[in-house]
């Protein structure tokens, strides 16, 4: 049949993720790093991924295609909510419960506020960054310190990297986002082996390239989890 069904411009995805996130139905799906329409008839032709993408990847077209299954579409909606919700209980224990750690109470509840956090994959424009304190950290760090939510994610708009697995030079990515937004302030958390040198860097060259005075700060965690400055 021909109806109106959303169509995806693979070369404008910057692969954030934000249009599979936004469709209830399940619809969409990233598949190598690309948006893509991976169930025809489970889109509803409504658009509600529309407004989520941030790069205009996302339109309406008229065309062939499979008649909307609201069946198949619920039926894989209670299918997930079950593969999920594992024994009763489990899923509130699991996410929102406090764990003791050498003494300390320790909240594990996600601060996380926005997505994705990936450098490579956030855009670089978007709502969030407006008045943001932003968090840009070294993926190993969230690891190696337990109370990173807390300490270090909460209020703010958290973006990771490692300069030394993904070898690319973050400054440029940082840069625009810091000179097109209103960032109020800049704080890196950084290990303290010497490959994490590169994140600080980034972040450095981003703030004296985007020609803005923002206050910044650069924390560094140990390799057993302490704070070390």
Not at 108 to 118: D, K, N
Not at 121 to 126: D, E, F, G, I, S
Not at 195 to 201: L, P, S, T
Request: glycine letters at 6%.
């Amino acid at each position: 049949m021909i109806r109106k069904i959303i169509k995806i411009d693979k070369e404008k995805c910057n692969g954030c993720g934000a249009c599979a996130s936004a469709c209830h139905e399940g619809a969409i799906e990233m598949v190598n790093g690309k948006a893509v329409l991976t169930r025809e008839n489970y889109c509803d032709g409504l658009g509600d991924c529309l407004p989520a993408c941030p790069v205009d990847a996302i339109s309406f077209e008229m065309r062939e295609a499979p008649a909307y299954d609201e069946a198949a579409v619920k039926a894989s909606q209670r299918a997930k909510q079950h593969a999920h919700s594992g024994c009763p209980g489990s899923r509130s224990m699991r996410i929102d419960h406090e764990k003791k750690v050498d003494n300390t109470d320790i909240s594990v509840s996600s601060q996380l506020s926005q997505w994705p956090v990936q450098i490579k994959l956030v855009p670089v424009n978007a709502p969030y960054f407006d008045g943001a304190n932003l968090l840009v950290a070294a993926d190993c760090s969230a690891y190696a310190y337990g109370n990173f939510h807390n300490d270090f994610i909460k209020n703010k708009v958290t973006l990771i990297g490692c300069p030394k697995l993904d070898d690319v030079d973050y400054a440029e990515k940082l840069t625009a986002i810091i000179a097109n937004n209103n960032i109020k302030s800049v704080t890196v958390v950084r290990m303290e082996v010497p490959c994490c040198g590169g994140i600080e860097y980034a972040v450095k060259t981003a703030l004296q390239n985007s020609g803005k005075f923002i206050p910044w700060q650069v924390v560094t965690i140990s390799t057993d989890g302490k704070i070390l400055s």
